[in-house]
């Protein structure tokens, strides 16, 4: 299985790149399909169309990155549960909505593809196990 992150919408413009708009989220949405077909295929982005992936500043990384980071060191699993794609995009989307709705007050929802069985195909994805002692 392959599991592909994106975090791509923290410039919403940028107009010596010719970009107007960032539409990554949309665009990405719509190969919706073309991820479908491919059962071993799971994409994640660290927004949905219109939004925008917030930088945390103090963390010197995006909100999602700092999240999903977490959950891949443990941040909601027992000690030595596995941390699958599913259980690290959970973590993360759950703590970037709370931090952009309190930080920003402006909605951040990451979004995983495909979008019918995207979580279902991440939890066949092993991505670390949780250290033996409780995540800090």
């Given at each position: 299985?392959?599991?592909?992150?994106?975090?791509?919408?923290?410039?919403?413009?940028?107009?010596?790149?010719?970009?107007?708009?960032?539409?990554?989220?949309?665009a990405l949405k719509e190969l919706d399909g073309e991820v479908a077909r491919n059962p071993n295929l799971v994409v994640v982005c660290s927004s949905?169309?219109?939004?925008?992936?917030?930088?945390?500043e103090e963390r010197g990384?995006?909100?999602?990155?700092?999240?999903?980071?977490?959950?891949?060191?443990?941040?909601?699993?027992?000690?030595?549960?596995?941390?699958?794609?599913?259980?690290?995009?959970r973590h993360a989307r759950d703590e970037v909505e709370r931090w952009a709705t309190g930080n920003r007050a402006e909605k951040?929802?990451?979004?995983?593809?495909?979008?019918?069985?995207?979580e279902k195909r991440a939890e066949g994805i092993a991505l670390a196990v949780a250290p033996p002692d409780e995540y800090r």
């Open positions: 299985p392959t599991l592909v992150v994106f975090d791509c919408t923290r410039v919403p413009v940028s107009w010596a790149h010719g970009m107007l708009f960032n539409d990554f989220a949309r949905a169309e219109d939004q925008r992936s917030w930088v945390f990384v995006s909100a999602f990155a700092h999240f999903f980071q977490e959950a891949l060191r443990g941040a909601g699993r027992k000690p030595g549960e596995r941390v699958t794609a599913a259980a690290a995009f951040q929802t990451p979004i995983i593809l495909p979008a019918a069985d995207g």
